[in-house]
């Protein structure tokens, strides 16, 4: 295998237009079972060992999508409404209390003020955020804030995530990390964020790194799993295509730029070389796995270059939760701001939008 090549998808042209896919649309599709999961585990390490990325492609397509222009109006709306449902709302602070979570459960499940809904006749379509994501000392608060809400889970709009193991260091032992993992699961936990181990790539092939993930996919069980690659301790383009591939053969639901906390998170260049293993990994395998960005985005035009990207490089059918996640914090705020600003023509201050 050569150099990646970098013609554009065929998928589309930019957001010129409103989203072709109901809000709601995304609904999880849960062949949960071990056994479905191993028929796309297959893949030949040394094929991959041998792939090589042309970096200044690779710079040269980020600088060009970039460039491209943003919808406005309502369009903007349209797309910033679809940015809200896939973003996983996100508390990972050491001092996270019952409270804390509980007001971030009300907020996925209400996640733009009721009047400014109303006023764009989308009050009536159950727009939520994607997940809750918390550390797995919260999962069992999330899970009884969103039942006490009638928000039962399972559910395909608003589901409780959890992140293992102390990112971004993946530093404690794996068993530790497992059994946090088991007892995330146990209290309730959807979805699982797991860190790759730091010494790959820089002392495994990739062997190791596949074999670690699996463990991780045996105990997650029905659980979608998000393998965080953290792409600034990779170091080059190349070994982020060869992370992302093995992420996805050893079982990965979704694969996941970094943590938020590392000092380089989710750029637009390597966005494009996850992509473009995503859509390998497809084409060799008929599986779509998700991608998801975190660190760093926190405007709303930041996030339709995002959506932006995705649809140019996988295509309509990843702009939806169960393939697509924006991992923030702040986002959700600026992008209340600017469908407030659509509605009523100003910008609000931030204490007349409630808290997230």
Same mark, same amino acid.
């Not at 146990?186 to 790959?200: K, M």
């Given at each position: 295998m050569g150099d990646i090549k970098l013609q554009p998808a065929e998928s589309g042209h930019g957001l010129d237009e409103s989203p072709h896919q109901d809000i709601q649309q995304g609904q999880w599709s849960r062949a949960g079972s071990l056994e479905k999961r191993e028929q796309r585990l297959t893949g030949d390490l040394e094929v991959i060992s041998r792939v090589r990325v042309n970096t200044q492609a690779v710079q040269k397509r980020a600088q060009h999508l970039q460039a491209q222009k943003i919808p406005r109006k309502q369009f903007q709306t349209a797309w910033l409404l679809k940015a809200v449902t896939c973003i996983d709302l996100t508390t990972l602070s050491g001092d996270d209390t019952p409270s804390n979570v509980h007001r971030l459960c009300m907020k996925a499940i209400q996640p733009i003020r009721a009047d400014l809904l109303e006023e764009i006749h989308m009050h009536d379509k159950g727009v939520t955020t994607a997940a809750v994501c918390v550390y797995p000392s919260r999962v069992a608060d999330a899970v009884k804030s969103l039942k006490a809400a009638n928000c039962s889970l399972p559910v395909p709009q608003v589901g409780s995530c959890s992140v293992s193991h102390r990112v971004p260091v993946a530093q404690t032992p794996l068993e530790t990390r497992l059994q946090e993992v088991r007892l995330a699961v @146990?209290? =309730?936990?959807?979805? !699982?964020?797991?860190? !790759? +181990? @730091? *010494?790959?790539p820089s002392q495994d092939s990739g062997e190791a790194m596949y074999d670690e993930i699996r463990q991780f996919r045996e105990v997650c069980g029905d659980a979608h799993m998000k393998t965080i690659l953290a792409v600034g301790e990779l170091g080059t383009f190349t070994n982020v295509y060869k992370a992302s591939m093995v992420a996805m053969m050893a079982g990965s639901d979704f694969i996941k730029t970094s943590t938020g906390k590392e000092s380089v998170n989710a750029t637009y260049p390597v966005a494009v070389v996850m992509a473009r293993a995503i859509r390998d990994y497809f084409l060799r395998t008929g599986h779509k796995v998700g991608f998801k960005p975190a660190g760093g985005i926190r405007t709303a035009q930041e996030s339709l270059l995002w959506l932006m990207l !995705?649809?140019?490089? *996988? =295509? $309509?059918?990843w702009l939806r939760p169960h393939? /697509? @996640? /924006? $991992?923030? +914090?702040s986002l959700l705020a600026d992008i209340e701001r600017q469908i407030s600003h659509q509605v009523t023509g100003r910008y609000a201050a931030y204490q007349e939008l409630p808290l997230a």
């Open positions: @146990r209290d =309730g936990a959807t979805e !699982i964020d797991i860190v !790759i +181990s @730091r *010494l790959w !995705i649809k140019e490089e *996988l =295509g $309509g059918d393939l /697509f @996640r /924006f $991992g923030a +914090s």
